[in-house]
């Protein structure tokens, strides 16, 4: 099996490359080939005995499409997407990737001829657009209030569509906030959720630029490549004409969140979240969804964490090696 | 004040020009010029002194749009599109026209500089699908279940970004079935719900495919314009962020059109609708939605028909100089 990751240098893309090498198949299918782009070439995974492409792409240009698929991937995971805070401040750049990348990529595998893979979709919550009711249910309508949110509205509308003609078999997932990040913090809004955890676990401070009342949506990344991995396997009977599913998540308030901390890592590590909140960022946040009500990916066998103490765990156990700073 | 219409030479956008041309004006100023477009070039309005451009354009050329707003028209009707039908069979056309024709024409108003006009594009109830609760209300999610209805949900939200990016005033409305249309018969799946009312009225018969149970949504070719002339007066602060709205209609089955007819016409114009039950049309047609509740398009004094027997005698009124054939 030849599986095409876009966005493979991106924190999700790395996950899912990592789970792909440690199963060695997808949908029981050992995986022989890899190719894996992004705007800077993705490191080939470490052992993986396959073949593996790895090259920079920009997926805005029209011709890389058809370079991407003239290989015949049997599965692409269309990740790569400029994130919310450029799509926003740059307008153009935003529907250059995000919308225009994906349109092409849909248009290369329709008229390939004869060709017909599965493409799994990274979609977001954006589509969502406030006032919320207090769950978000699988039917809600959608009104972003982003470009980003709109992109990726378009693309779940693009895809249902080459779908149903047939031209691919499609499946997008909105995934939650991915918590605990790894790596160093970043500067989008919502980068306390996991600067809070990350940061005392590694025996650094972190900034709370919130109240402790804030709910939000979260998953482990190991989770967000469970979910692409398992995706995959999904049948077009069981998706139906609605391939595009909301990802189940953790709902908990950034106290909460605080709690699971002090349970799993104790008093001296929570000491180290500083509280310093922020007016603009709380602004940001309190137009974003706080929880859903993932009926359809649950009964469609999509797993998450039970808690966040299990998500803190993850962490300290994929990107800590067990060990909590003392 | 300038005013453009694409789709010009079809139905709606003659009912709109007429109206117009009637009115003398649009939100109280004075209309000094019309830029008329369509596939091929739409007639000069009868009882119009003001300037008429009016010529062939191909909307899905990329220079066309350029060439649409340089004249900087104040108000810009988007009516222009490939069918239900046709972007059903033809694919590309469909996205071409429908899809393309729109992003140009949003870019091109976007890079034009200190330009900002009010957009008021038709819309459809296809970006509803199946299943339906008995009434669909304002914030029924979108699952369009054809590449029509995904090209005008897609073009929904591209409208509703590029006005919160203020880039322009965009309104869209979904149309309700236009009942009665005037011409002779089409080939289109819906077009009995008119045949059978339009065909009698003049002398001859028509066909009834389905049974008379089957409800629909209609409004008249008279309120299509409505609605377009009611949807550029509205301003942003009335509007809000979801500027997409479901027109409101007249619900009724086939049925109730029926006894309106012969409420309105006798029973010798009724007798002439030939009860021919069409298996295939009948399929198609139960994947419709029915009837609406909109209650945000009613609170923004949007106005419809009360009932089909006043649909029945605009028709008349309209179409026929008030004279039934007996």
Known sequence: MHILITGAAGMVGRKLTERLVADKGLNGA?????????VTAPAA??????????YAADISAPETAGKLVSGRPDAIFHLAAVVSGEAETDFEKGYRINLDGMRYL????????????????????AV????FPDKIHDEFFHTPLTSYGTQKDVCELLLADYTRKGFLDGVGIRLPTICVRPGTPNKAAS??????IREPLAGKEAVLPVTESVMHWHASPRSAAGFLVHAASLSRDLL????????????CTVGEQI????????DKVVARIKHEPDPAIMKIVSGWPTRFDAKRALALDFKVEESFDEIIRVHIDDELGGKIAA
Request: proline share 9%; net charge positive; hydrophobic share 45%.
């Open 45 to 54: 995974p470490a052992g993986f005995t396959g073949t593996v492409d790895a």
């Open 191 to 196: 980068g306390f959720f996991s600067n809070i």
């Open 128 to 131: 969502f657009g406030a006032p």
């Open 30 to 38: 050992p995986v022989d080939k890899l190719t894996l782009v992004d």
């Open 106 to 125: 849909l248009e290369a595998i329709r008229t390939a001829g004869g060709y017909h893979p599965k493409l799994v979709f990274t979609s977001s919550i």
């Open 240 to 251: 139906g004409p609605r391939i595009n599913l909301t990802m189940p998540g953790v709902a």
């Open 259 to 266: 709690a699971a901390l002090r349970r799993v890592a104790g």
